[in-house]
Nanobody
Framework: VQLQAFGGGLVQAGGFLRLSCAAS????????MGWFRQAPGKEREFVAA????????YYADSVKGRFTISRDNAKNTVYLQVNRLKPEDTAVYYC??????????????????WGKGTQVTVSS
């Protein structure tokens, strides 16, 4: 599976973006998919994940209520709608695929594939 994230950009605080991650490969629908981010000088952190069926999404506390993860298995794509952006959301956002559970992925373990990131910059 190859992953490519896109949709990032420069936005003012309070604004929104829709990130997409396109996957190649016929087994996309069998993977737990997630988003991580890495801000300058910080470690990569978990943002959100969604199970293979599209149910039971899970979010980091810092984005809960503002970000929404979804997937379209017919299009081999996972999305991250990011609303009410804050300057502290500035980071490179990466999508990831795992054959394991959300519980494992949110700890940063068991990642089978990483996509190239997309930069999100939020100005104050």
């Amino acid at each position: 599976v190859q992953l490519q994230a896109f949709g990032g950009g420069l936005v003012q605080a309070g604004g929104f973006l829709r990130l997409s991650c396109a996957a190649s490969g016929r087994t996309f629908s069998s993977y737990t998919m997630g988003w991580f981010r890495q801000a300058p000088g910080k470690e990569r952190e978990f943002v959100a994940a969604i199970s293979w069926s599209g149910g039971t999404p899970y979010y980091a506390d810092s984005v809960k209520g503002r970000f929404t993860i979804s997937r379209d298995n017919a299009k081999n794509t996972v999305y991250l709608q990011v609303n009410r952006l804050k300057p502290e959301d500035t980071a490179v956002y990466y999508c990831a695929a795992s054959s394991l559970s959300i519980a494992t992925m949110r700890d940063g373990d068991g990642i089978d594939y990483w996509g190239k990131g997309t930069q999100v910059t939020v100005s104050s």
